[in-house]
């Protein structure tokens, strides 16, 4: 039985502008993409991993992966026209290659922990699903507009994170009986009736949303490479 990773790479990031879809832009040199193919293949634990991408980034993807020797690498599948419908398509792929367990990860997320990866999956010898997160700490407000109305409760609020894992014939099948759009994949199992549970994220997981989010992208590359080389992402 394998462990299989799925990540997903087919957004456009209208968020932050430009031409190049955030993923494919260079970190340090390195693209996000890149970065976090090579935390998961990093991993003795990961059998197989396969990246979903838009159909017109076929040539992006290519370059960003250039001289990448894993056979645990699969050739890229293209997604759809939603997120929901490109895990979709990515999880399909999949089917046949004897996955037990699949991991779905975000490609703006190219700081993962190992640590991270590691607990989602031990998480999955237990639950159908798992997945990373933080607990929210700053003081929530509901409001109107700009004006502040009533403070909100953050008991039992998590700011979700990926990788989000699950046992591999639920989800799919969970995707498969899914319409329309969905938050998160974590949304389409638990809609399925899965149970989910949550494993402590990192700060360093930080998805790359906005310009501001490649500056502080830039400046964890840089403290990584002031690191030691073996020390994991904190």
Not at 57 to 86: I, K, M, N, Y
Not at 194 to 216: Q, S, Y
């Amino acid at each position: 039985m394998s462990n299989s990773v799925l990540i997903v790479a087919a957004g456009r990031g209208h968020r932050l502008g430009g031409e190049i879809p955030k993923q494919f832009l260079p970190i340090g040199g390195v693209s996000s993409l890149r970065r976090s193919v090579e935390a998961f293949l990093a991993l003795d634990a990961i059998d197989l991993l396969r990246v979903v991408i838009h159909p017109d980034d076929q040539h992006l993807c290519e370059q960003a992966l250039a001289g990448l020797d894993d056979r645990r690498l699969l050739a890229p599948v293209h997604g759809g026209s939603t997120r929901a419908e490109s895990v979709r398509l990515g999880l399909e792929s999949f089917a046949g290659t004897n996955t037990r367990k699949v991991l779905v990860h975000d490609a703006a997320r190219p700081f993962v922990p190992a640590s991270v990866i590691e607990a989602v999956l031990e998480a999955l010898n237990e639950a159908e699903g798992a997945f990373a997160a933080l607990p929210v700490v700053d003081a929530l407000w509901s409001a109107q507009g700009n004006h502040a109305i009533a403070p909100v409760s953050r008991e039992g609020l998590w700011r979700a994170q990926t990788p989000q894992g699950f046992h591999f014939d639920r989800i799919l099948a969970a995707h498969r009986d899914h319409a329309g759009e969905a938050h998160d994949d974590v949304a389409v199992a638990r809609t399925a009736g899965m149970e989910v549970t949550i494993v402590e994220g990192a700060e360093a997981n930080f998805k790359i949303t906005t310009a501001a989010d490649l500056d502080r992208a830039e400046a964890e590359v840089t403290r990584l490479q002031q690191a030691s080389p073996k020390q994991d992402y904190q």
